[in-house]
């Protein structure tokens, strides 16, 4: 994690900013990262002389202004409610106060889609209810993080380029860590700043290709028909006069943490480091086994005639949960993408045999929360799910259920790090010693 800390570079970033003198300069932070890169941000300003004319921090969790000028706002994740909402008119407030010929330092990291999320103003009847069902029901229907916010983005209030739009006198610099695949800026907390590439045909189109129009709540469906019919209006696109004063940066990315543990691990004396360039993607539990199976081949390839050849192999990227139910999860499931992704590896490793006790795997989320839940995933090996079974659990009931938390809690495979101040997707590491 010490490779995706956003602090120095923000600070960086920021001493790069062409930001005349006398221009008042304000700051919104949004997403996970926000207070390490609102800290970022105002140690750049002030080394090079600059004061904070004002603005807010919306982050998961409280803590101290970098500035006095700065307001905390506490969102809430992953499912908007009435802290989201209060941090959503704390964004309004701030962008009122900009003038025309001012400068906004907005700092970008995955969550701010849910954190500052309360209902777009030009979404008529759809309230923030309406926003949390839509919220938790594309959770669990198995999309990805870009598909989720080409859907989260039509209906939140900063979302889509709104937050440009609300700004149209200043100049924007929009500096981000990314936590998409490719590190699109229009995905990362649902583009703010970015104009939406996609129209409503083509997005109901891709809904329904994918199976997941009928998984959203009928006030989205009826708010997405109407636009596509053209009968109510489309979001910001990239051509709209609102983003020509938007300069956007990407400064944090998953390649930093993988390359960060690729060194470590090299540091460490591991013989042989690969950093896979293919993203992970798909199912969890799906990826958990084609993982385990992928480290078992190798470990064949690690063992000599005369010597042992240790191997790490590193992945990054972000899996998906799907839930039967197409709708919020049971009542009894407990865990997150990368804890059913270890528990699902665990069984391959379990069912593997004497060969695969020097195999390990660890998969974690970088902001150090997988799901609902107090831990970033998990470590495991050929003998955790003997661990969990022994502890009275069933780990294969636990794995169907999505209650992966359960039995690796009672297995101790659990990662528990807190929120680390950062947020670039999740990390996978096979170790074979």
């Not at 939140?156 to 490719?182: E, F, T, Y």
């Not at 539990?285 to 050849?309: C, W, Y």
């Amino acid at each position: 994690m010490a490779g995706a800390q956003p602090r120095a570079a923000t600070r960086g970033a920021v001493l790069g900013l062409e930001i005349p003198p006398a221009a008042a300069v304000w700051i919104i932070a949004l997403g996970k990262a926000a207070h390490a890169m609102a800290a970022g941000a105002v140690e750049g300003l002030s080394a090079d002389g600059r004061e904070v004319a004002g603005g807010v921090i919306v982050a998961p969790e409280p803590g101290a202004a970098p500035h006095a000028r700065l307001r905390v706002m506490v969102g809430d994740h992953p499912i908007p409610g009435a802290q989201s909402m209060a941090a959503a008119s704390a964004i309004a407030e701030t962008a009122a106060s900009v003038r025309d010929g001012d400068h906004v330092v907005v700092l970008l990291s995955g969550g701010g889609t849910s954190l500052c999320a309360a209902p777009a103003l030009d979404v008529p009847d759809f309230s923030q209810s309406d926003l949390a069902a839509l919220y938790a029901a594309l959770m669990t229907s198995g999309a990805d993080i870009v598909a989720m916010n080409a859907v989260r983005k039509r209906f939140a209030r900063w979302s889509g380029g709104r937050l440009a739009v609300a700004l149209p006198g200043a100049w924007i610099h929009c500096l981000v860590v990314s936590d998409v695949p490719g590190d699109d800026v229009a995905s990362i907390s649902a583009g703010p700043c970015v104009g939406d590439p996609v129209t409503a045909p083509a997005l109901v189109a891709i809904l329904e290709r994918g199976g997941l129009w009928t998984r959203l709540p009928d006030a989205a469906r009826r708010h997405l028909s109407a636009v596509a019919r053209g009968d109510a209006p489309e979001t910001p696109k990239p051509h709209d006069d609102a983003f020509s004063r938007v300069a956007i940066q990407v400064i944090v990315s998953n390649a930093h943490a993988l390359t960060a543990a690729a060194g470590a691990a090299r540091a460490m004396g591991i013989d042989d480091v690969t950093i896979v360039e293919t993203p992970l993607t798909g199912e969890a539990s799906i990826a958990g086994v084609r993982l385990a199976s992928e480290l078992m081949a190798r470990q064949k390839l690690a063992r000599g005639p005369d010597t042992r050849i240790s191997r790490c192999v590193i992945w990054g990227g972000e899996t998906t949960v799907t839930f039967a139910t197409g709708g919020a999860p049971p009542a009894d499931a407990l865990g997150g993408r990368n804890q059913e992704l270890a528990l699902a590896a665990a069984r391959s490793l379990a069912d593997g045999g004497e060969q695969v006790h020097r195999i390990a795997i660890l998969a974690a989320g970088t902001d150090g929360r997988d799901g609902p839940t107090d831990a970033a995933g998990a470590i495991v090996d050929a003998m955790t799910w003997r661990a969990a079974t022994e502890s009275g659990r069933d780990p294969a009931v636990d794995l169907a259920t999505h209650s992966a938390y359960r039995a690796l809690d009672a297995a101790a495979a659990l990662i528990r790090s807190g929120h680390t101040g950062t947020n670039v997707m999740d990390i996978v590491i096979g170790l074979i010693l």
